[in-house]
């Protein structure tokens, strides 16, 4: 009897097994097996993207959060700059709600789904934000971006970079180039690599890195082979002055543009496509890009990245009915105050006028009570009071008479008999102690106030009643969040998937967002709405890291229940895998 092997079964069985390899390391290590096996990796290969175009277009796609790892792992933030190289996904910088930026360079290794922060050497860029981080060749090229300058001194301006900066993946340095050209200094700006020229578009730019800024539309080219600026000439119309926006290269010569803010309250939605000539001295095409199918739009293209699968581009954001508008990026990068300040209540002139004409009548010894009190005195406190009382009780008593409530602390003020002079601390321990005193001590000094042991008594019970309360809510509270743990769990605002298909814009400078799906696996997952996060395309998946939350920046009247969140989550879209 024969022996069998894994190459005696169909072709269709052994694409389908790769299939559930790793598409980076697992299939390189398969190419070096045989000419067999190398054919293939390459038809599961082709098998896994085209399976993933098919779910992205039907919009049918499995978001899969990354386990958290035990070791060292990267911060949260957002506004940071992200590619992917070979198996690996770079990320660099970014911010925290505190306006505190990174120069950390992190290396999330795909096939091992691990985060690896590579101990690089050279000329380490500074701390930025809102940068772009491009590759080429085996390079990283980092451009511009955004720090926020120390407290000290106060009214400082944001700094703004100009810097280019490489980072060579196989020497693991860092290396800051001189360029030649007037580029300005920018940040929130988006760029491409077409061809062997960096195309660099819009952004907050300025003259002098702490000079005043404005968002601009002017296109920057630098020469990766001689390293020299070169402000682009472009035809009219041109797109309006953007930033946070998206810029997705079609092919050496056609890139788009998405969406961006134009300034507090400018939102825009509109496609541009940018046309490369074949010479160098023709300038370059602005075409606006006719979109259909607008009712199935993402509801917010500014400060939600999109990404390129094939022939279609995807966009994460909220679903439609929960949009809401942002201001600005300068509102998401400034230090917001927190929400729970007290306003003081306002108060008619006359009103004022009386409290005054009061408060000078009032000439008595002691004057608490007089400054806001918290409670009302109970009934039965005053009228236990003595007939005649001494001066300075007498005049505690009036005070609260007049004030219309009282205090413990007013009431500790008034009240100096020995009793009352216990440290808190041994409260518990001899409260009987000080009751059973006070009645011998009540015979040889006369009594400031002989109703204290009844309301020591009184707040001891409320004191109790008020623990019992909180076991109560603590106890209901544990069972409720039993109950929805154990229910099905769903964000308050999910994110979505929105599709536009670019296959014609090339041609006729057409696109159309694809209808949307009435039941979105995506809309179930436990992604709420951030932005300014990064969505990068891997070998068959997006991969979704950072950002913000976008409720918290949009209510501030909800802060108190939903507090700012920075997320360092890592999350996976991929097509559901089919059994045969």
Known sequence: MGTTNIEDLPDVVIEYIFCYLSPYRDFKSCRLVSKAWYAHVEAATRKIRREFLNAVSLQDVVLVQKAAESGPTISKRYSHSACILGDSMFVFGGCTTANTTFNDLWRLDLATRRWIRPLSMGTYPPPKACASLVSYKDNLLLFGGWTHTSPYPLHQTWRIFRHLHIYNIAANRWTQVSTVGGCPSMA??????????????????????????????????????????????????????????????????????????????????????????????????????TVTNKEFAAPQLSFHPACK?????????????????????????????????????????????????????????????????????????LEALPAGPSSSSAGCSKDRGRAGSSSDASEDECDRSPQRLHKKSALGSTVETSQEGAAGEQQHRPSIRPNARRDRQRQL??????????????AAGSQQQHKVSTGPHRRACPMHLYVLDVSRVTDSSE???????????????TVEEVILYSLLLGRGELILFGGIQRDSVNRPEDADAVQEVVSSSVYFVTCKHIMI
């Open 309 to 381: 699968v094939g022939n279609r581009v995807v966009v994460l954001s909220t679903a439609q009915r929960t949009y809401t508008k942002p201001s600005s990026l300068h509102g998401m990068l400034s230090v917001r105050p927190p929400s729970r300040t007290w306003v003081p209540p306002r108060q008619d002139p006359e009103a004022r006028a009386r409290a005054t004409a009061s408060h000078q009548q009032q000439k008595e010894t002691c004057v608490n009570g007089t400054r806001g009190v918290l409670k009302r005195p109970l009934a039965s406190s």
């Open 511 to 525: 696109a159309s967002w694809l209808p949307l799906q009435q039941k979105q696996r995506v809309s179930t997952s």
């Open 461 to 474: 019970e409320v004191l109790d009643r008020m623990a019992q309360r909180l076991r109560d809510l603590r």
């Open 188 to 289: 929130g700006h988006s760029a491409t690599t077409q061809g062997s020229l960096m195309v660099v578009f819009g952004g907050l730019h300025c003259i002098n890195p702490v000079g005043p800024y404005s968002s601009s539309n002017e296109v920057w080219v630098l020469d990766l082979q001689t390293y020299m600026w070169q402000k682009q000439n472009t035809t009219q119309p041109k797109p309006r002055p953007r930033y946070g926006h998206s810029q997705i290269s079609l092919s050496d010569k056609h890139m788009l543009v998405i969406g961006g803010c134009g300034g507090p309250n400018t939102l825009l939605n509109d496609v541009w496509l940018l046309c490369i000539p074949d010479s160098p001295d023709m300038p370059w095409e602005w075409k606006q890009v």
